[in-house]
């Protein structure tokens, strides 16, 4: 594997799965050129983190219409171009999206240049620009069964969500009564809100937070923490480290993208979900049941989520140890940690495959 270019932006949730291949591939084909295509947002600084070249692109998100309103959106022709151009002068033997709307042009312009092509679908329901690549992609990667059938059959392969190994590495360890809450590298006002009210009897009870707000509520929810006399040293607007982070908790609680369920499940962490309710499609409800039916997880409707109902559920889990070991047991069990591998793999078929075509 020469040059492969990988493509995605928004949030860390994109990314993350993206990065975690990246690395799979740099410890398979040390050799290998990686080329990351993204949008203008956060995610240049998490790849070039990561060492990885990175080209910015136009991309903007478009709320209601469906596929015919993104379609038309304007946008969408400069980046193609600029898509073209790259990919053009990288000459990558293949290009994989990681979903979200920057991901979308460099693995159009790809299949329209003649480049093998695949697709990573992370949510449990596909977004609008995934189920219009799938239609053109040779290969899609999912991180949960197609069970309604809105790809191709023929072109899925299920994987899982590719978790980056240090995640894993926090598997059988914890500290006790500590807790770790999280809303997405964005924060989640719903959450800060509702650990703030917690606080009492979340220190009543001895239980520590380890607490990533988002840059937002940062200051509110650390005087809330000191007002209160409970550690402010642990809130902070963006956890770095999450595999320290994983590796303290006992429980963890969160939302629900694909990405947090899977690092949850290749954790060993039980969770308490509380599902972004306006994501699109109600996806995040999707991911949080799949972890929760089979008993590794609690889901709590943010319609319902309130200091109350948060300290009593916290508080109830951490009371039963046992009942935690059991409940991180039914997590690893559900985890893909050869997630990044299977799409290695895939991506090296595809390239294999137009080899052999090429020389016939």
């Known amino acids: 594997m020469g040059r492969v270019i990988l493509t995605t932006g928004g949030t860390g949730g994109h990314v993350f799965p993206a990065l975690s291949v990246a690395e799979e591939i740099r410890t398979r084909f040390p050799e290998c050129e990686i080329l990351f295509l993204g949008g203008q947002g956060a995610e240049r600084e998490m790849v070039e983190r990561a060492g990885i070249p990175f080209k910015g692109l136009p991309a903007k998100g478009v709320i209601g219409g469906g596929i015919k309103k993104f379609l038309g959106a304007f946008w969408i022709v400069r980046a193609l171009l600029l898509a073209a151009k790259e990919i053009s002068g990288f000459k990558p033997e293949a290009i994989i999206g990681f979903g979200g709307y920057a991901g979308f042009c460099p693995v159009l312009a790809g299949r329209l240049l003649g480049v093998p092509t695949a697709i990573h679908e992370q949510n449990s329901v596909p977004g609008v620009t995934n189920r219009i690549l799938g239609r053109m992609v040779k290969r899609i990667f999912t991180s949960f069964a197609d ?10 392969v299920v994987t ?6 240090e995640i894993m590495s926090a598997k059988n360890k914890s500290c006790d009564k500590a807790v770790l809450v999280f809303g997405g590298s964005q924060g989640a006002r719903a959450i800060n809100e509702a650990v703030c009210a ?3 009897p979340l220190k009543d009870a001895g239980i520590s937070l380890t607490h990533q707000t988002g840059k937002a509520d940062f200051e509110t929810v650390r005087t809330a923490y000191e007002n209160i006399g409970m550690d402010a040293q642990r809130v902070s607007p963006f956890i770095h ?33 509380i599902p972004f309710p306006q994501a ?3 996806h995040q409800t999707g991911n949080a049941a799949s972890l929760a039916e089979t008993g590794a997880a609690v889901l709590i ?15 109830e889990l951490i009371s039963d140890q046992d009942g935690l070991k059991s409940m991180g047991e039914k997590a690893l069990s ?5 997630a990044a591998s299977a799409i290695a ?9 137009r080899r052999v075509r090429g020389k016939a």
């Open 301 to 315: 409707p943010q319609k319902d989520l309130d200091g109350n109902k948060l300290a009593e559920t916290i508080i």
């Open 198 to 200: 917690a606080l009492p």
């Open 280 to 282: 699109t499609h109600d």
């Open 334 to 338: 559900f985890a893909r940690p050869d």
């Open 241 to 273: 480290d999450m595999a320290a982070a994983y590796s303290r908790a006992q429980l963890v609680v969160c939302r629900a993208g694909a990405s947090t369920v899977f690092e949850v499940a290749a954790a060993g962490k039980p969770a308490v979900f």
């Open 160 to 165: 899982g969500n590719p978790v980056r190994r």
């Open 345 to 353: 793999d895939g991506i090296e078929s595809i390239i294999c495959t």
């Open 147 to 156: 069970t309604k059938q809105m790809f191709p059959a023929s072109k899925v």
